[in-house]
T-cell receptor
């Protein structure tokens, strides 16, 4: 238990669906992150939020839309995804976005796009 | 951030020390060496980090060479639960990196009974 939870743990969706991934951290951290891990590829950073402000968008397609309503919650809204978007989506948090930056990861959401 | 090179895979007998090497020959003076691991189907887990001195915590030890061009993560008494992918990451604290940890392919460590 890392103090970072993600729901749902598994999600299957069609290409025309709209769904959202949720992440919550109980650590009092100020920075939150979304990563994507495709099969047999390294983790790729998608978005970084610091104090609810997006500070990094790593060239992610607009069909992925992040939202950070407060420092404890992070969402990833999904719409019109492609099969190649099937992956493990990981959320992480850290005390701040710089500094020593030990990141705590959630268990991930396994997404399958049909 | 500096690039790291790690062996693709390693094996270790249970109860023995696991020594995982990492080369980071282009590391700059203000870049840290971080180690994370990822057990199958879980999120990565922070292990340890260091700048130039050797570091030890309850999980592992980190040995950084004097020229800082390489490091070794040591798990002193490996258990079956240490089977995982181990990532060596060079990280520039502060600046405009915005906490961007760049994960490579890592080393698959398999601990055998």
């Amino acid at each position: 238990e890392t103090g970072v939870t993600q729901t749902p743990r598994h999600l299957v969706m069609g290409m025309t669906n709209k769904k959202s991934l949720k992440c919550e951290q109980h650590l009092g951290h100020n920075a939150m992150y979304w990563y994507k891990q495709s099969a047999k590829k390294p983790l790729e950073l998608m978005f970084v939020y610091s104090l609810e402000e997006r500070v990094e968008n790593n060239s992610v397609p607009s069909r992925f839309s992040p939202e950070c309503p407060n420092s404890s919650h992070l969402f990833l809204h999904l719409h019109t995804l492609q099969p190649e978007d099937s992956a493990l989506y990981l959320c992480a948090s850290s005390q701040d976005q710089g500094g020593y930056n030990e990141q705590f990861f959630g268990p991930g959401t396994r997404l399958t796009v049909l | 951030d500096a690039k790291t090179t790690q062996p693709t895979s390693m094996d270790c007998a249970e109860g023995r020390a696991a020594n995982l090497p990492c080369n980071h020959s282009t590391i700059s003076g203000n870049e840290y060496v971080y180690w994370y691991r990822q057990i199958h189907s879980q999120g990565p887990q922070y292990i340890i980090h260091g700048l130039k001195n050797n570091e030890t915590n309850e999980m592992a030890s980190l040995i950084i060479t004097e020229d800082r061009k390489s490091s070794t993560l040591i798990l002193p008494h490996a258990t079956l639960r240490d089977t995982a992918v181990y990532y060596c990451i060079v990280y520039h604290a502060g600046g405009t990196s915005y906490g961007k940890l760049t994960f490579g392919q890592g080393t698959i460590l398999t601990v055998h009974p």
